[in-house]
């Protein structure tokens, strides 16, 4: 098997799956006991969130983080949770016009809730900042833009959108969905100035069903499920210890410069490859994106349909996101600009560190035949 949807989801790592075994059968006592074994729970849940506080990039490493179920419960938690603690401010939220599902269905039901929902476009794979200087205002009281995109890999420039949110809407709470960018990228997350981060376990190889919210110390967030006082009273429900343990194996192992390095390398090797072998290929390649992902325009081939030809040879890609693959739609290629026939045939390959040269050989020389036979076939 070639494994290249690493956006989709990770490989857990030995020493998580480790780890989370451990917790299971070991330290499976419940944070919230008072005695000593939930004690030892509890440390265990120190340990994860300092570490991934760290990693986040985060000065103070104690608290600002609550585990969640994923990506998707942060991103939910960060913007309900976010309106709910600012029930008397504005109306008006903005999102940027590529966010994942967890994201865009979030700001299609705000504009039922009868909230003032705008979206930014970020062509190219960049945020329209005269747009949002026109907009922002002090009916702004939330802006979410996600860090990376799952689809075509392009960072958004988060920091500058910060600056513009400091000068027109100070009030306003800023929220990045960094899910694809913890752990693959050299900058420091919590420097772009963003109020709530989202991160995700499975994404870095930890199990699935573990993630976080970053909540910058003073920023309000009230929950949204009921229950008990766990979390800081934002996220109640007993802590999934054995995933939460894993999560901090996987985000050890992971952050490591060296992975950035190796999967560079990959990236360069494909494109280049690409470029030299099967010109015919458009790469949507934004000016600042994340090496671990690589949209490829196909001349007219459905993706579904090069999809099922990798998929038989045993190379695993995908066509964009896999939340939305059932019901496939190209909202965020046609808001990065691509037409909709493009966005028909377009792929996405998505490495992590453990990828070889010789995968990318082998993916090259069935992508090719995909496209002969495919091609011949029409
Ligand atoms: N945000 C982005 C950018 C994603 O790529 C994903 C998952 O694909 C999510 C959020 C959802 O994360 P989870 O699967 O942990 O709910």
New binding site residues.
Partial sequence: MIYLDN??TTKVSDAAANKAFEIMTKTFGNPSSVHDFGYESEKVLKSARKAILSHLGSIRRDDELVFTS????A?NLAVFGALAAKKHGGKTVFFSDSE?A??YNISKKLEKDGYNVKYIATKGGKIDFDYCEKEFSKDTVLISC?YA??ETGTIYDIKKLDTLRKKLCPQAVLHT?A??AFGKTKENLCSCGADLI?V????IHAP?GI?ALYIKSGVRILPILIGGGQEKDIRPGTEALPSIAAFEVAANEVFNLKNILKVEKLNSYLTEKLEAQLPQIKINKPENSLPYVVSLSLPAIKSEVMLRFLSAKGIYISAG???TSKHRENRVLSAFGLDSKSADCTIRVSFCEDNTFEEIDTFLKELENGINSLISLK
């Fill in positions: 956006a989709a994923g990506g998707t419960e991103n994942h967890s994201v996600m995109n799952n969905d899910v694809q989202s995700s376990g499975h994404k699935k993630g996101s896999a939340c």
